[in-house]
């Protein structure tokens, strides 16, 4: 059992950035995990993951802009975000899945799908115009 606890959402203007943080109750090592956003007002996006290589795989959508890494323990899940869009407002979640033999790539088509074993309850990001 791995619990996943997100934080360091807010709100900020556009243009602006934030540091979200995922803290896992025990080492990631042989996880996949990741980041997805949900909004009411749209489905599940998958963001940005790492594989148990350390690789990393991102939604076109947040490219350049978003950045996923992890603490040399693997106990915290880090995503960095910068130039913040309005359209960037939604709970971001991490998830975690363990034994995971998935590259990155297969693991942003499947961060939203029940193959991921935990998930964070999220933190809320605002952006403002």
């Known amino acids: 059992q791995v619990k996943l606890v997100e934080s360091g959402g807010g709100s900020v203007q556009a243009g602006g950035s934030l540091r979200l943080s995922c803290s896992a109750s025990k080492s990631l090592r042989t996880y996949c995990v990741g980041w997805f956003r949900q909004s009411p007002q749209k489905e599940r996006e998958a963001l940005a993951t790492i594989d148990s290589t350390g690789d990393t795989s991102y939604a076109d959508s947040v490219k350049g802009r978003f950045t996923i890494s992890q603490d040399n323990g693997k106990t915290t899940l880090y995503l960095d975000m910068s130039n913040l869009k309005p359209e960037d407002t939604a709970m971001y979640r991490c998830?975690?899945?363990?034994?995971?033999?998935?590259?990155?790539?297969?693991?942003?088509?499947?961060?939203?799908?029940?193959?991921?074993?935990?998930w964070g309850e999220g933190t809320q990001v605002t952006v403002s115009s």
């Open positions: 998830a975690a899945q363990p034994a995971c033999r998935m590259t990155a790539a297969q693991a942003l088509r499947d961060i939203t799908r029940d193959y991921f074993g935990y």
